[in-house]
């Protein structure tokens, strides 16, 4: 067996206070607490965020956990009755901005904060033709209409990718779409299409670093800039109605989903296979959730109607007890 | 000893429960407002803190069994068309 000296060339130091600038692996005994410590990986956790102005599903959602936008969403009951709100996010509290053009729920998403903002299609009772192919923009002051789609997305359920100028668009029920669209700001371009369809496409990343993943069956795939990868990996439990955030093809994150039952799962794709996370303390799904970084989760609306929401703080390395156990 | 403790507790937001806690116990919201925590020192120290009313599971269950039965009326009181963006009915739920 090997030891800490063979592994590192030095036994473990003893000091009285924990290094100020210690290498990642390090460990050393803290004599003044009487504790083994290690500069080792921590553990990723979801936390409660500031509780949602109303208790919308499908909710619609951009940016960080810092700087976060939702909108729209249905509430539960028949249409109309559904809000046009939007609001934003600091991080901490939720104020009230601009109002989207038409009341709709489940529309693409696409984002990086509270001053960009694009939504597109989305599900309204008939008459439908006022989101079906429609885009809006918000610029923090107010939503404006952007370029048309050239795919109809009724049930988008929330998925999308990229900032205003560079969006992302995949899948959309109903009909378990492939269609896979960019936009520029102004126009949208036909893509070819993602390697299966589905009603949600979790969709992470830019324009020449897709990674596109099928709520219906798990299909996982990268996009870069001109031909989709299929991954021999599938996500382990595929699952619609969820939502999906994270840095890039390498590193994004479902979380969520489910029909019928609600789920709280999380998984993170790495570039090559699908991993658990810990778990969402609630089970969520019709959820509006984004996240451009894998440290700016944000979970966002429940069905049934519910306010709670969730911030995700990725695992880091940090100085930690060691124990034996 | 039973795993899990219940309580009924208002979300209120940031803070509510952090990442801390979800490391050092495990905890789940469900409809009504109805948490469940594991039974630990930890675990009750939270529901006591945030001013929850501990239930029993039974009693647990009933807030949620309610809770859920309402949404599934409310559900099958739509039409065809608006169901289609909710996807499936709203789940029993049974409490660990």
Redesign the interface.
């Known amino acids: 067996m090997s030891t800490y000296e063979n592994l590192h060339g030095r036994r473990v130091n003893v000091v009285s206070s924990n290094p100020s600038n210690p290498k990642d692996g390090e460990v050393w005994y803290n004599s003044s607490l009487g504790e083994l410590k290690g500069y080792v990986l921590g553990t990723a956790a979801w936390s409660a965020g500031g509780a949602a102005p109303d208790a919308l599903a499908s909710s619609m959602m951009a940016g960080n956990k810092d700087d976060a936008m939702k909108w729209g969403g249905d509430t539960g009951s028949s249409y109309p009755g559904w809000p046009t709100t939007s609001s934003s996010y600091n991080g901490t509290s939720w104020t009230s901005d601009g109002t989207i053009p038409t009341a709709v729920a489940a529309s693409g998403q696409g984002g990086a904060g509270h001053t960009d903002a694009t939504m597109w299609g989305g599900y309204r009772p008939s008459p439908n033709a006022a989101t079906i192919n429609k885009t809006n923009e918000f610029n923090g002051s107010s939503w404006t209409a952007g370029g048309d789609l050239n795919d109809n997305r009724e049930y988008a359920y929330a998925t999308g990718a990229g900032p205003q100028t560079a969006c992302i668009a995949i899948g959309s029920g109903p009909g378990n779409s492939a269609e896979h669209e960019n936009y520029n700001g102004t126009a949208w371009s036909e893509e070819t299409d993602f390697p299966s369809g589905s009603n949600f496409v979790g969709t992470v990343g830019s324009q020449t670093a897709t990674l596109g993943v099928s709520g219906s069956n798990g299909t996982t795939a990268t996009w870069n800039g001109s031909a989709w990868t299929a991954s021999p990996n599938t996500m382990n439990t595929p699952r619609s109605y969820g939502a999906a955030g994270g840095a890039d093809s390498s590193e994004a994150y479902v979380f969520g989903g489910g029909s019928g039952p609600a789920k709280n799962l999380t998984e993170l794709y790495n570039g090559t296979s699908w991993s658990a996370q810990p778990n969402m303390a609630n089970a969520r799904n019709s959820t509006g959730g984004s996240g451009i970084q894998s440290n700016g989760l944000i979970a966002g609306s429940i069905y049934p109607g519910n306010t709670a929401i969730e911030e995700f703080t990725a695992a880091t390395v940090e100085v930690k007890t060691l124990t034996v156990s | 000893m039973e795993n899990f403790l219940y309580g009924v507790l208002t ?13 050092n116990f495990f ?5 009504a407002d109805v948490w469940v925590v594991g039974n630990n020192p930890k675990g009750a120290l939270w529901i006591a803190d945030k001013n929850g009313v501990f239930k029993t599971k039974s009693e647990a269950q009933a807030l949620v069994t309610a ?1 859920v039965e309402a ?1 599934q009326a ?1 559900y099958d009181a ?2 065809d ?2 169901k ?8 029993d ?1 049974t409490l660990p």
């Open positions: 979300n209120t937001g940031k803070g509510f429960f952090t990442a801390e806690d979800r490391r905890l789940r919201g469900y409809p809770e949404a409310e739509l039409s068309e608006e289609n963006t909710r996807g499936e009915r709203p789940s739920i």
